[in-house]
C-alpha cells in the first residue's frame, strides 16, 4: 500500500512535467495527453521490452491510465496555479525517482541479469521516460545535457547491491537505496553539484 | 480478401505520405525507402512490440515489403502527378486508419488486454507509423499539434466496445466502427472540428 | 575468438563515434556515454526487440558495457588526438559495420526468417545504433541523407544469400559477404559513389 501511494505520486509528478513541457510546445488535447504519459510510463515500457517482460506494465491495469488521465486535466486546469506548486512538484519527482530505480532493479534482480545491468534497468525506469518526452517535443534531452539525476540513480542503485551484502533482511537496503537516491539529488540541486566537466577548453 | 485489399491499400497511402514527407527533407533513396517503410508499419510494429507478439508482423511475410517497395518507386516516378491524386491519397488514408485501428483493437483482443488498452492499441497501430516519421525528420509529430486523426480513432473503438454489447453478430460492429472511424475524421476535415483549444489567453 | 576480437573493435569504433557526435552537442558526462553506448549497441538492441529475442544482446555479458566505457574515457581523454586517427577509426567502423551486418543475418536465419528480413535485421544491426544517435541528438539521421552505408549492407546481405546456393561450406560465403561489404564501403567512399539521385529539378 506504501509503495503503491508513492508510485502513484511519482506518476502524478512525472505526468504533470509532461503536461508543462506539452503546453510549452503548444501541442493539442491529444498531443499533451500522449507526452504526458510516455513521461510517466515511458521509462518503465522501455525497461519491459528491453527484458522482454510483455505486455508492458501499463497494459496491465487500468491504474497508470486513470492516473495520467487525472493529472493531466489537473494540470491543464490549474497550469497557473502550478507555479506555486514546484516545490511539492519537485518533491514529487525525486520521490518518484527513487521508488522506480529500485522498482527497475528489483525487476532486473527477477530477470537474472547482473547488478550491473540492473541499475541499468532501474536508470532506465526512472530517467528515460523523461528522455522520450524530450524526442516527441523535438529537444535534445535535458538530463544529457544537466543536473545530476540519472547519477543519483545510479548512485544509489550500487549503494543498495553493497547493501545487499550485509547481514540485513531485505527491506531495509530497499528503503536506504531509496533515500540514498532521494537525498543525493536533493543535496545535489541544493549545492549545485553537477558531473565532472569534460570541455576542456571553455571553462 | 476484402480486408487483405484494405489493409493494402492503407498500406500504399501511408508509405506515399512517407515519401512525400521525406521528399521534403530531401533525403537520398535509402531515406526516403526507410520512412516509406516506418510510416507504413511503424504503428503496428509498436504495437506488437508493447504486447510482446514478435517477430513484428511485417517480418513474417513479404507482402508489405514488396507494396511499400512499390510505392516508393511510384511515388518517387510521379511526385509531381501525385499532387492531383491528393484527395484519393486522403481517402485511402483515411480508410486504412479506420482499418487499421480495429486490427489493433483485434490484436488486443486477442491479448487479453482490457478495453481501454485495446482501443490504445487500435490508435496506436493508426497513428504512431506518422509519429514516427516526423520523429526520424526532427519534427514534432503533426498529430500532436492539429487534426482530428487519432481522436477518430479512440472514438471508433469506444463506440466499437458499446456496440458488441449489442445482441448482433461480431462483424456488424467491426464494420460499424470503421466506418465511424472513417466518417467521423471526414467530417472533422471538411466542417474543420478540433480538440477543445487549451489554451486560455492566446484564443 | 576472431570474431569476438572484431565484434570488440566495431564496438569501440561506433562507441567513439557517438562520444564525438555527444561532445560536439555538448553534451554533459552522462549524455555521452548515454550517446555512446547507443551508437554502440543500439542496432542490435533494435533488432533483439524486433525478433523477440530478451532480455536484448548487452544485458547478457557485462562484456559490452565495460568496453564501451572504457571508450568514452579514452576518447574523452584523447579528444584532441582522434583526429589523426580518423583512418584508423573509419576503418574500425568498416569492419564493425560487415561483421554487424553478418551477425544480425545470422540472428534472422536462426529465427527462420526469409531471406529478405534476415538482411533487414543485418542493416539494422549494422546502421540503426547510428540512427538513434542522431534523433537523440535532435539531428536528421546522417545515413538518410548521403554516403553508401546501409547500401553496402544490404548489397553484402544479398551476395551471401547467392554464396550459399553454391556447394561451398559455411564459413566461406560468410567470410566473403564480410568483405564484400567492407570492400564495397571502402570504394564508394574512395570513389565518392552515391545512390542515385531523386531529385530532378535540383541536379
Request: glycine share 8%.
Amino acid at each position: 500500500m506504501f509503495y503503491y501511494v508513492i508510485d502513484i505520486l511519482g506518476t502524478i509528478a512525472f505526468a504533470i512535467s509532461g503536461v508543462l513541457v506539452a503546453m510549452e510546445k503548444k501541442l493539442d488535447l491529444f498531443g499533451v495527453f500522449i507526452i504526458a504519459f510516455v513521461t510517466a510510463v515511458g521509462g518503465g515500457t522501455l525497461r519491459d521490452i528491453l527484458i522482454g517482460d510483455t505486455p508492458v506494465i501499463w497494459m496491465r491495469s487500468s491504474d497508470y491510465v486513470i492516473t495520467i488521465a487525472g493529472s493531466v486535466i489537473f494540470a491543464i486546469l490549474f497550469v497557473n496555479q502550478l507555479k506555486y506548486l514546484r516545490k511539492t512538484l519537485f518533491l514529487f519527482d525525486t520521490i518518484g525517482i527513487g521508488l522506480f530505480t529500485m522498482v527497475g532493479i528489483e525487476k532486473g534482480i527477477s530477470a537474472d541479469l547482473i547488478p550491473i545491468m540492473c541499475i541499468f534497468l532501474g536508470t532506465i525506469t526512472a530517467s528515460f521516460g523523461g528522455v522520450i518526452r524530450d524526442i516527441l517535443c523535438n529537444e535534445i534531452p535535458v538530463i544529457f545535457r544537466r543536473e545530476i539525476y540519472a547519477t543519483a540513480c545510479i548512485f544509489g542503485g550500487i549503494c543498495y547491491f553493497l547493501l545487499i551484502q550485509l547481514p540485513w533482511d531485505g527491506t531495509i537496503p530497499y528503503i536506504s537505496a531509496i533515500l540514498i537516491i532521494i537525498i543525493s539529488r536533493l543535496l545535489a540541486v541544493r549545492f549545485k553539484i553537477t558531473l565532472p566537466n569534460i570541455y576542456r577548453n571553455e571553462k
